[in-house]
């Protein structure tokens, strides 16, 4: 079988324009030829899709993939310029048997609300009908029936934290190659339900039971594929929401049925998802009681500036907190201000130096910190992650620092993500378990590299451009009422 593989991935929050402006061209990294064949040796969508193909010994095509960290609504010149390379190295790569793409679901470009769907309907033009065209997705996709309509195949990861991405991706290669061979010819039925879910981790309920009754529900005669896309609450846009997509063999009514079903449990149950915020001098009091009775670490998460959605990673709410309380054994990792970390840099280690550290976006995420820092280590920001989530993938954070504020280590960066495991920790000598308190800016994907090291979580909720706190964000563009907006809002 001759597959080729590409994508745009980015999961796009649109409230985060006024802090960074519009996604352009350059905050994408772009993978083409080798560079794309070599994310098969790491935990990724199309490291999954890749490393299957060529086991089974298929003629891979590597065509085009970009991706970025979540930020707000890419330019419409970005996305046309790598939607034409997409399109035109699949056209090139012609005649093939089968397109894999990895995809978000929650991309959003100027004019476009649905990202996905006019990508889809891009490659489906320039393959034709003969070909099979699946994708992988982020369960945070919002998913849309003309995304269906052009897909044969959507396969959502199953996982929040998203540990499942490179098994979908190896799925979906078996389920093409099942199709090209004539085994099955799948319908989508996509049932969309007006409801904006907040941050909800799949390792409990109730999200977790969800993916229970999806599990149910594929092994019903005829389903191919049943998952529960949570959204993307953090994007204004017509689709947002959560919705059930079902895949059959060829039977429309029974995905229909099926997704109704579970889309109605979701329903029902869907007070169960709304989660008290817990402000930041709550979560340290909390935080604090639990290492008096069992000791650290405790390892707090700052989720509402989540650069893994789109916020900014230099909110100073919480490490205010956390700097004015000064506790013992105590490290925050990481602040995004290349600033200071090049202050650090210029300054070297053993230098005190005078910093005015993160709030540099706006006025939601606080005001920066005034003070003074140690500097204890200087690093470039390099190192390679180990959780089950993203195992192999390399990472670049910039000229990075650890200062010592305090009592207090506080790692500074100059690239902006999210903290995924302790690896950058341990690049900067802290070795967290030796810690009482481990802060980290994440919602729940820091929970595949820290789970089994904490004593407990503790998650604080500030303002911040990844709030839970749904009604802090002014909606303009939904399609439509959404719960919990709208609490008396029906469904079906
Ligand atoms: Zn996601």
Redesign the pocket.
């Known amino acids: 079988m001759r597959i080729a593989v590409g994508g745009i991935e980015h ?1 796009t929050n649109t409230f985060a324009v006024g802090c960074f402006g519009l996604t352009e061209l350059d905050d994408f990294h772009h993978y083409r030829g080798d560079r794309l064949i070599r994310t098969a040796e790491t935990r990724t969508a199309t490291g999954g899709i890749i490393h299957e193909a060529l086991e089974r010994g298929h003629d891979v095509v590597p065509t085009y993939y970009a991706m970025a960290t979540p930020s707000g609504t890419i330019s419409a010149s970005a996305y046309q310029t790598m939607k034409a390379e997409l399109v035109d190295r699949l056209t090139e790569a012609m005649p093939l048997d089968a397109v894999a793409l990895a995809i978000h679901g929650a991309g959003v470009a100027e004019g476009i609300d649905d990202l996905e769907a006019d990508l889809a309907s891009a490659v489906r033009l320039a393959v034709g009908n003969g070909v099979a065209v699946g994708a992988t997705l ?3 996709g919002n998913l849309t029936q003309p995304m269906g309509d052009s897909l044969d195949l959507m396969f959502g990861c199953h996982y ?1 934290p ?1 540990v499942d991405m490179y098994e979908r991706g190896e799925e979906l290669v078996g389920a093409l190659e099942d199709m090209v061979n004539g085994k099955f010819s799948p319908v989508n039925h996509i049932e969309r339900l007006p409801f904006l879910t907040p941050t909800s981790g799949t390792a409990q309920p109730p999200a977790g039971l969800t993916n229970e009754r999806c599990a149910e529900a594929e092994r019903l005669d005829g389903v191919i594929d049943c998952t529960f896309f949570h959204g993307f609450a953090h994007t204004d846009c017509g689709p947002a929401g959560a919705s059930i997509t079902v895949t059959t063999n060829g039977d429309a009514e029974l995905a229909a049925r099926v997704a109704r079903d579970v889309a109605l449990d979701v329903w029902a149950r869907r007070e169960s998802f709304t989660v008290e915020a817990v402000s930041e001098h709550s979560a340290l009091t909390i935080a604090k009681r639990i290492i008096e009775e069992k000791g650290g670490p405790v390892v707090m998460n700052d989720t509402a500036d989540n650069p893994g959605g789109g916020a900014p990673g230099d909110a100073t709410h919480l490490l205010r907190s956390i700097l004015d309380a000064n506790p013992e054994r105590t490290c925050f990792g990481f602040v995004y201000d290349a600033a200071t970390a090049t202050a650090a840099h210029e300054a070297g280690v053993g230098a005190v130096i005078n910093i005015s550290l993160g709030g540099h976006h706006d006025a939601m995420h606080g005001e920066p910190i005034e003070t003074e820092a140690y500097v204890k280590a200087l690093t470039d920001g390099r190192f390679i992650y180990t959780s089950k989530m993203l195992e192999g993938v390399p990472a670049n954070l910039g000229l990075s620092a650890r200062l010592v504020i305090g009592n207090v280590d506080v790692i500074v960066t100059s690239v902006r993500d999210q903290t995924f495991d302790d690896e950058v920790f341990t690049l900067h000598g802290i070795d967290v378990t030796t810690y009482d308190l481990v802060a980290v800016k994440s919602s729940q994907h820091f929970r595949a590299g820290f789970t089994d090291l904490a004593t407990e979580i503790v998650t604080a909720d500030t303002p911040g451009l990844t709030s839970r706190t749904l009604d802090s964000f002014t909606y303009e563009h939904l399609d439509g009422p959404r719960y919990p907006l709208d609490p008396e809002l029906s469904y079906p």
């Open positions: 999961e982020d369960l945070h929040y998203h």
